[in-house]
């Protein structure tokens, strides 16, 4: 079955309802909300570790899911960063809008930068990760600089963190990502050059990222001129 779920083996009935309560009790196998409980109370390292890889095989069902943002969304400090990783871990929530919808709001909503890096990470290789490229936290930038995949969704906020300045390293990240750039994106991404203000160094450096062949041919097309 899943983690989450407080099991309780089936027992004949006892005739005596104290001794019945008991016997529940004592069946009851340890929960999510226990096992994070324990992670966060482990003092020992390797135990720790042990408690972590066990969170880590144990798929969450659907209510296991919301738990996990319940604790995310209150509990705060260890508690919501071991569930913001559980559910960047486990991603069956990623099958439904609603299920991304709920995320970014816990990923918008989270004051813990940690907490916020987690939930970015847990959007991986999906184009909602852009919209945190720009975060004042460098370590969320970087996360969803990583998460963030090329697409015709995503070149808008991508140029818009390169034309504004962001950090560094993040701009490093980008800049590696738009080297491998589809070339059937190259004309778009260059359409959109025309849309906004940028300062030569920045420009030069874009060009300089960019798979210089789709380039080359790009500025070779006379069948489709582009509109710049």
């Known amino acids: 079955m899943v983690m989450d779920m407080r099991h ?8 005596d309802a104290t001794e019945t309560v008991n016997a529940v009790e004592a069946e ?32 969450p069902s659907y209510e296991g899911i919301s738990l996990l943002r319940g604790i995310v969304s209150s509990a705060g400090g260890a508690r919501a960063l071991i569930a913001a990783q559980l559910l960047g871990h486990h991603r069956p929530w990623l ?28 959007l991986r ?21 990583l998460a963030t995949p090329v697409s015709r969704r995503t070149l808008s906020p991508i140029l818009a963190g390169l034309r ?13 990502k738009l080297h491998q750039i589809h070339p059937s994106l190259v004309r ?6 025309v849309e906004g ?7 030069r450096g874009l060009f300089a990222s960019l798979p ?17």
């Open 188 to 193: 778009y991404l260059v359409d959109l050059l």
């Open 164 to 176: 504004a300045g962001i950090r560094p390293e993040v701009e490093r990240i980008l800049l590696h």
């Open 28 to 59: 009851r196998e340890p929960g999510l909300v226990d096992w994070v409980e324990a992670c966060v109370d482990a003092s020992d390292p390797a135990e720790k570790a042990r408690l972590i890889t066990h969170l880590r095989f144990c798929v």
């Open 95 to 122: 099958s439904t809008v609603a299920g991304v919808r709920q995320h970014l709001t816990l990923a918008r909503q989270s004051q813990a930068p940690a907490v916020v890096a987690a939930l970015v990470w847990g």
């Open 8 to 15: 309780v083996r089936n027992e004949e009935a006892a005739s």
């Open 212 to 228: 210089q062949m789709a380039l080359f041919e790009l500025f070779l097309d006379t069948r489709h001129p582009a509109v710049w």
């Open 125 to 145: 290789q999906r184009d909602e990760a852009a919209e945190f490229i720009m975060h004042t936290d460098y370590a969320v930038a970087r996360e969803a600089a």
């Open 197 to 203: 203000s940028w300062g030569e160094e920045a420009l």
